[in-house]
């Protein structure tokens, strides 16, 4: 352990839990809900239809005392995050159901550099949370020098880590549409609550022990309090995309209005009576029914904030943003994970602004991409928000898409993952000689 870290772990010791108590409940899940008997779980939530654990719930009691600080996973602009341990853990096999993520700010930095805002946002958030792709907070340490989240670790790393261990640095379809698939889930989900994410890029999507996936980082994040617009049931809009290619700017399918009328199915026999022997075909494509929309959400912000090379063309111009940009951030990301690049890096953050805001989208050559893969990055990535897909039906007109044809979205997370994490070890994640030009970057 480096010797800042004995300072570290020394003055976390003798901070208290924001409770009142001496030791805290912390919360844990594990998104595949297969954890043992000693695993931690989350505590009730308000929003239980989304609980990230099938098992029911038990909760442990743990003070800083029971803490090991060791191992630092990675760093941000506010913060860096270490490995926190269970102590009496073997060092070498250790239970990942004993290891924590432990997000760490120096709260006189945040005062200088006027981040304390940042730092409060993400906490709120994180309390928030609770969806078997998003982190739980575990406790939340509030030190007269340190500010420290606890969160699940996830020894599969982050998706850019992977992707330069794939052949050619890129996924294939399989794993794009894997990735993606549960990426939107997330996105959806953050809208209902009205957060704006903001910070799409493959270095915030972790991988779980199991395979899934965990957006991280959240200090970007706009989070609405009052937002106007509410989740809403509409009927069948039937939007089935088609394949667009000559048209990058394509709209949402309209709503229905409220007062559509659905005739069930059962009130008109599929066979007619008169021939009953005539086989029934077979129907293709998206079956009638409401729709559930969570978004978008009447909020704006003039905030110029995210990732160059991820950041939509209207945080470029200053014209105001709102949920729409986390659909562009999911072009951006789909694009890379095809192709290894994103669509409009320019040789310094200048032209790479300047290539967001008034350049094509072009797609090279190689390698073979399917053509709905191109037409929904193309809907994705159209300038004009107001004409970008997911901007009025929001996760429901990109599930209905055809690159996600055959996703049982109610069963993502039973879904194989493309990649399962071996069981973690501190020695491969000090020295990983499987790719000894990639360091392990957890986070």
């Not at 803490?67 to 270490?82: N, T």
């Not at 790393?157 to 379809?173: P, S």
């Not at 991280?216 to 088609?242: E, V």
């Not at 599929?270 to 021939?275: E, G, R, W």
Request: with cysteine; aromatic share 8%; hydrophobic share 35%.
């Amino acid at each position: 352990m480096e010797p800042w870290l004995d300072d570290l772990a020394d003055d976390l010791q003798s901070v208290s839990f924001t409770s009142t108590n001496t030791t805290t409940t912390i919360n844990r899940s594990t998104s595949s809900g297969s954890s043992d008997a000693a695993a931690l779980t989350p505590a009730p939530s308000a929003h239980g239809s989304f609980s990230s654990s099938s098992k029911s719930k038990s909760t442990h009691s743990i003070s800083l005392s029971d803490l090991r600080f060791s191992l630092r996973l990675g760093s941000g602009d506010i913060g860096s995050v270490y490995l926190a341990e269970i102590k009496n853990s073997e060092s070498n096999n250790i239970n990942n159901n004993s290891l924590f993520a432990a997000k760490v700010m120096d709260k006189k930095e945040l005062a200088s550099r006027s981040k304390e805002g940042r730092a409060r946002t993400e906490r709120e958030i994180l309390q928030l949370l609770d969806h078997p792709f998003l982190p739980t907070l575990y406790a939340s340490l509030d030190s007269q020098k340190w500010l420290c989240l606890l969160t699940e670790f996830c020894p599969g790393g982050d998706l850019h880590v992977l992707r330069q261990r794939q052949n050619n640095k890129r996924f294939d379809e399989t794993a794009v549409r894997f990735y993606s698939s549960e990426v939107v889930v997330a996105l959806e989900y953050l809208h209902m609550l009205g957060i704006v994410y903001r910070d799409l890029k493959p270095e915030n999507v972790l991988v779980r022990s199991d395979g899934h996936i965990m957006l991280t980082d959240f200090d970007l994040s706009l989070k609405c309090d009052d937002s106007t617009t509410q989740a809403q049931i509409i009927s069948d809009p039937n939007p089935s995309t088609p394949v667009q290619k000559k048209s990058d700017h394509p709209k949402d399918h309209p709503p229905f209005t409220s007062s559509s009328c659905i005739l069930p199915n059962c009130i008109v026999p599929a066979v007619s009576c008169f021939n009953p022997k005539r086989k029934r075909k077979k129907k293709t494509g998206h079956h009638g029914g409401p729709e559930f929309v969570a978004e978008p959400m009447d909020v704006r912000s003039m905030s110029f904030v995210g990732t160059h090379e991820y950041l939509a063309p209207e945080i470029v111009s200053g014209e105001g943003h709102g949920s729409p940009v986390d659909w562009w951030t999911l072009g951006i990301f789909i694009f890379e994970m095809f192709y290894g690049v994103t669509p409009f890096r320019g040789v310094d953050h200048e032209l790479t602004l300047a290539n967001i805001v008034a350049r094509a989208l072009e797609f090279p050559k190689e390698p073979a991409v399917p053509a709905t893969a191109k037409d929904l990055i193309s809907q994705l990535l159209a300038k004009d928000p107001g004409r970008r897909l997911g901007s009025t039906m929001g996760a429901s007109a990109i599930k209905h898409h055809p690159f996600f044809q055959g996703v049982n979205w109610a069963l993502l997370r039973c879904t194989r993952p493309p990649f399962i994490p071996p069981p973690y070890s501190r020695r491969e994640a000090v020295s990983d000689e499987s790719c000894p030009e990639t360091p392990v970057e957890y986070y």
